[in-house]
């Protein structure tokens, strides 16, 4: 190799791993996140498990406190939809009280909350589902959790995720134990955000890694 081939061979070098370098950080997302599962996943055995989880077959009541819609996508880290990804989530009521036989938390059961649902994916990898914002529990006696829904997502193909969505902007964010422990990037990945002109409704994308 000559001189100026050898010139030309690094400069090509150097545009091409540059070039690579963008492609990367401008097309690739980051899975979303694990987090804990935590003690609460739903034990009892529950028919109705759909969208709606402010209300509960059969009963005439709604669940009490504020309703929020959340809204997503299924997408996989080339920012692909994933369609058919089932994704079982489960919270606290608003007093901050899971249905579970283990939560030992003094707060009322809700009856027509119906704290557990599962729903898939979609067109476009789109997922929603109607509930409450869950209250505040304590974790220790020194540690109350901010509200957050727990997630686990599954589709064949890819890791199964289990992790928590928190809400903007609550002031128990960030000095929540398990958030903090996460980057800022991650943390931004985790917090739902309102979507503009959507009163009460939030966005919360999922991104699965490859199996
Ligand atoms: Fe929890």
């Known amino acids: 190799m000559n001189k100026s081939s050898r010139r030309l061979f690094i400069k ?15 097309s690739a997302s980051e899975p979303t ?10 034990l009892n055995a529950q028919k109705d498990r759909d969208f709606d989880l402010t209300q509960v077959a059969g009963k005439s009541g709604v669940a009490k406190g504020k309703v929020v819609f959340v809204e997503g996508r299924v997408l996989d880290s080339h920012d692909k939809p994933i369609e058919n990804a089932t994704v079982d989530i489960w919270q606290a009521n608003a007093a901050g009280k899971y249905n579970h036989p283990h939560d030992t938390y003094d707060a009322p059961i809700d009856p027509n909350f119906q704290g557990w649902a599962i729903v898939q994916s979609g067109e476009n990898g789109k997922f ?3 509930t409450i914002i869950p209250g505040i529990y304590p974790a220790t006696e020194t540690w109350d959790r ?14 199964e995720l289990v992790t928590q969505m928190y809400f903007p902007d609550h002031k128990l964010n960030t000095p929540d134990l398990l958030l903090a422990k996460k980057s800022k990037k991650q943390q931004a990945q985790m917090i739902a955000t309102k979507i503009k002109g959507k009163q009460h409704s939030l966005r919360y994308n999922i991104v699965l890694k490859k199996a």
């Open 128 to 130: 929603r589902f109607k």
């Open 12 to 26: 090509t070098g150097l545009w091409g791993s540059t070039l690579a370098m963008f492609s990367h950080t401008s």
């Open 146 to 159: 901010p509200p957050h829904i727990h997630f686990k997502v599954t589709k064949k193909g890819y890791v």
């Open 33 to 42: 996140p694990k987090e804990i599962k935590g003690p609460f996943y739903p």
